[in-house]
T-cell receptor, first 113, second 112 residues
């Protein structure tokens, strides 16, 4: 069964700092990868996704992620965070032809102004 | 979030009471899902429905039942609520593969 690990459970940054959140998955076959963001009191919404092509994908609000197949990783990055990026971030993986995503446990990001 | 609508948004129950959480979508997606979200636990899948007429257990199905009424609607029922079921419940839709899920706004359920 697929598993997804998010190594950073809580991250606290100051505005303008750079961000990198780790995500590793276990299944070695074809995967579709997603990062979702959940702002306080809101539902999850898609930040970005990868399913093929250029392993560096760009999403909304200046976020990007890099798929490294050899490392089973899909890390999320942002060069300069803002206070409004305070949220919980979830990595998710759908394996092969499945329709059931596996979610990581989430990373809580707090950005101080 | 017109795509996936959950009702109610908030609910307080007493132990032993029953209730049904409603979810309706206008995304025309085949698959629908119910998750619960608890602090530090991420999202855990309760039940899912790959298509109209089918339902399957997820990671944490005990204490819950579901009904896929039609393509648009997928309800979650707590027959005899327990304090351990205090959580935020999210309904989601999807098509699987490389398509992302779309989530409702959630139902915040407290069981006393």
């Amino acid at each position: 069964a697929q598993s997804v690990s998010q190594h950073n459970h809580h991250v606290i940054l100051s505005e303008a700092a750079s961000l990198e959140l780790g995500c590793n998955y276990s299944y070695g076959g074809t995967v579709n990868l997603f990062w979702y963001v959940q702002y306080p009191g809101q539902h999850l919404q898609l930040l970005l996704k990868y399913f093929s092509g250029d392993p560096l994908v760009k999403g909304i609000k200046g976020f990007e992620a890099e798929f490294i197949k050899s490392k089973f990783s899909f890390n999320l990055r942002k060069p300069s965070v803002q206070w409004s990026d305070t949220a919980e971030y979830f990595c998710a993986v759908i394996s092969g032809g499945s329709y059931i995503p596996t979610f990581g446990r989430g990373t809580s990001l707090i950005v101080h102004p | 979030n017109a795509g996936v609508t959950q009702t109610p948004k908030f609910q307080v129950l007493k132990t032993g009471q029953s209730m049904t959480l409603q979810c309706a979508q206008d995304m025309n997606h085949n698959s629908m899902y119910w998750y619960r979200q608890d602090p530090g636990m991420g999202l855990r899948l309760i039940y899912y429905s790959a298509s109209e007429g089918t339902t399957d257990k997820g990671e944490v199905p005990n204490g819950y039942n579901v009904s896929r009424l039609n393509k648009r609607e997928f309800s979650l029922r707590l027959e005899s609520a327990a304090p351990s079921q205090t959580s935020v419940y999210f309904c989601a839709t999807g098509q699987g593969g490389n398509q992302p899920q779309h989530f409702g706004d959630g139902t915040r359920l407290s069981i006393l």
